[in-house]
């Protein structure tokens, strides 16, 4: 009997590999979930459950996008010029994911950790 090798990914799958990272954890952003580490995202869960977005260096994405054109390619303007990639899950393998995932992890392990700023009580921001 031969296995089936099942072909795609889901949110899950996309989840479960993101929260295996140092430091990583799950919050929201524009009511969609997001992962972080060092208070940093790198990668994202679109809101139809069937994309996702991991932050890359515009050199990685292109590498990315031409080897693998059916899982990756870059986000709309600006966010996509910068490196941030769609993942089409429905494509996807998981080890290319957690390749292009480790790489995007690593980007925002390496930079400062993002200060959390507190508005002072009685004050407005201008």
């Known amino acids: 009997m031969t296995a089936r090798v099942r072909s795609g990914l889901t949110a899950a799958d ?9 430091g990583a954890i799950e919050a929201s952003h524009m009511n969609h979930p997001d992962f972080r580490a060092n208070g ?10 069937r994309r996702g977005m991991v932050k890359l ?12 054109p059916d899982m990756f390619a870059p986000e709309s303007g600006a966010w996509g010029r910068q490196g941030c990639t769609r993942v089409e899950f429905a494509a996807a ?7 292009a995932m ?3 992890w690593q980007l925002v392990m ?7 700023t507190r508005k002072a009580p009685g004050r407005k921001r201008r």
């Open 57 to 68: 260096l515009p050199e990685e994405q292109a590498r990315f996008v031409r080897d693998h």
């Open 40 to 49: 940093k995202i790198f990668a994202t869960i679109h809101p139809d459950d």
């Open 110 to 116: 390496r930079s400062p950790a993002k200060a959390r």
């Open 14 to 22: 996309f989840r479960r590999i993101a929260l295996s990272f140092d």
């Open 102 to 104: 480790t790489l995007a």
């Open 93 to 99: 393998d998981e080890e290319t994911l957690g390749e």
